[in-house]
């Protein structure tokens, strides 16, 4: 079992910047991935950004070049720098981890509201 706890979320203006976290407890060796999910209201859950065991990441192509997905050195926590915030990136953001193996397993955090207004 692996427990995940977001925080970070809020409201800012258009262009400004949101530090997102998220602490992982349990059973976080096996991890293989972690990633960050949004859904906005009427949306299906998309993707933003995810990284590896081995330190790798990916992006969705709408946050390319402004948000960063990192991990700390225990892999315990991983964070989504948000910069040059758009409204378009309004939702609930979501902390995921993934485990291989049979069956794979998905485990989620609560979600943490992110509202780009102005």
């Known amino acids: 079992q692996v427990q995940l706890v977001e925080s970070g979320g809020g409201l800012v203006q258009p262009g400004e910047s949101l530090r997102l976290s998220c602490a992982a407890s349990?059973?976080?060796?096996?991890?293989?991935?972690r990633g960050w999910y949004r859904q906005a209201p009427a949306k299906q859950r998309e993707l933003v950004a995810r990284?590896?065991?081995?330190?790798?990441?990916n992006d969705a192509d709408s946050v390319k070049g402004r948000f960063t997905i990192s991990s700390d050195n225990a892999k315990s926590t991983v964070s989504l720098q948000m910069n040059s915030l758009k409204p378009e990136d309004t939702a609930v953001y979501y902390c995921?981890?993934?485990?291989?193996?049979?069956?794979?397993?998905?485990?989620w955090g609560q979600g943490t509201q992110v509202t780009v207004s102005s």
């Open positions: 349990g059973s976080i060796f096996n991890i293989y991935a």
């Open positions: 990284i590896f065991s081995d330190g790798t990441t």
């Open positions: 995921n981890a993934f485990i291989r193996g049979v069956p794979p397993r998905d485990y």
